[in-house]
């Protein structure tokens, strides 16, 4: 099936090409939504729902928020990671496309169609990039890249973000900002950065990565649960190691011991 979804997604990256959209808000002003993103979700629930009879889809856009338990499987999907970069034509957008089987991630794609690479992993198969595995790196925290952002949504959580940025700035070599979550976690699998948090993510803008990085030997989790949920944002924990992983969790659990919203 991994195939099958890569050919569908590959696809959908060609309705990025049309820079003719149009461009509306979902309430704030860093919050919108183009047609664009709109016409790829269309595209994909059309062609994924064919894949599987028996699943739900949960896309970003529109009113397709079928969180029911009453489907073994769900699509998870952001029709395009990082629409403020879209519309800037930025070229650091992606397709995101998880599957959940009993509510845990068992297939990913993730598709940067400005760069033609396809991210993707399936359930104990590990992860790859165009067919060649990959894997997270091995750097030691002191030496770590570090992806992350500031609660872009909702900026009353700006200031425990600013916190956590601080606390590992002065303990890790750098900070990158991409404004595609999807991008920055399935560069930590392949080791191109190697610590990550945000704290407010969306289930479409994990489901696929999270099984990314754990294929690529990475560690994935949050605060407040047990293991990632995918019926409310989260915050977002993850880690090249379990050293660093767990170093990062201390220092955001410092500034936010339980998730510090309902949704």
Known sequence: M?????KIVREAGKILQ???FEVQSKGTVSNNVTTTDIAVQAYLKEQLSKLLDDS????????????????????MVDPIDGTANFIRDMGLSAISVGLLDNGKPVLGVVYNPYRDEMFYAAEGKGS????????????????????????????????????????????????RRLGSA??????LAC??????????????DFAAAEIIIREAGGYVGTVGFENTVFDRPIPLICANTKENYERLKKIVKEEIPSVPYTR
């Open 128 to 175: 790859f990039l165009n067919g060649i595995p990959i894997k997270v790196s091995d750097r030691d925290f002191a030496h770590s890249a570090f992806c992350t952002a500031m609660s872009l949504y909702n900026k009353d959580y700006a200031k425990p973000c600013f916190n956590i940025i601080e606390k590992v700035y002065k303990e890790c070599d750098d900070i």
């Open 2 to 6: 991994t195939d099958e979804v890569i």
């Open 182 to 187: 999807a991008l920055e976690l399935v560069y």
């Open 56 to 75: 739900s889809f949960v896309g970003e856009e529109g009113e397709e928020m079928e969180y029911g338990k009453q489907f073994r499987y769900q699509w």
């Open 18 to 20: 049309n820079r003719n």
């Open 191 to 204: 080791g191109r950065v190697d610590i990550y948090f945000e704290i407010r993510v969306f289930p479409w």
